[in-house]
């Protein structure tokens, strides 16, 4: 069974550019989690999706961030409009429903020139 | 709001020897989980213990072991046997039973492996 799979692992984009980060759950895990780990920091929660829902984005930027969920396909985490301060390390974690702990993905590394 | 603090930026230990990481939240439910995950350079992250509030039992994971003490808020995490492979950020964190289940995480803990 893959765990969870984002890709891609590094993404270097220039400012004002749009970044696209992509999140493949495990099989059978209908539940997806976003979090933003800036340097020398602990990770941030961002936003849970589950299956072409928004449940909780509480932890998104009023601006520029979305993130979807759809019915087929892995999740995405949208920035547009890129600045330096994105630059950050974005992780993805899904689980099964009930109280399953969360499973981690590799991470994408963001760097905005 | 929970809050997770992890009082130590960075601890060292000698191999074989034993280290205990602190961690302490705040809270005002009474069902939650806590956790340990490890970050190695690598950037994984690696759930390493899980602990549930209503377990007065400490979780144990083979060399992995936890304090957990309700009352305290207190969460600590002791490693035994230290190995070279134990060196990485050591992260605490809590999630609720309710709602969204998003995990909040401390700060983290550096820990190096003196060979």
Partial sequence: ?113 | AQTVTQSQPEMSVQEAETVTLSCTYDTSESDYYLFWYKQPPSRQMILVIRQEAYKQQNATENRFSVNFQKAAKSFSLKISDSQLGDAAMYFCAYRSEQGAQKLVFGQGTRLTINP
């Fill in chain 1, 1 to 113: 069974n893959a765990g969870v799979m984002q890709n891609p692992r590094h993404l270097v984009r220039r400012r004002g550019q749009e970044a696209r980060l992509r999140c493949s759950p495990m099989k059978g895990h209908s539940h997806v989690y976003w979090y933003r780990q800036l340097p020398e920091e602990g990770l941030k929660f961002m936003v849970y999706l589950q299956k072409e829902n928004i449940i909780d984005e509480s932890g998104m930027p009023k601006e520029r961030f979305s993130a979807e969920f759809p019915k087929e396909g892995p999740s995405i985490l949208r920035i547009q409009q890129v600045v330096r301060g994105d630059s950050a390390a974005y992780f993805c974690a899904s689980r099964q429903g009930g109280n399953q702990p969360q499973h981690f993905g590799d991470g994408t590394r963001l760097s905005i020139l």
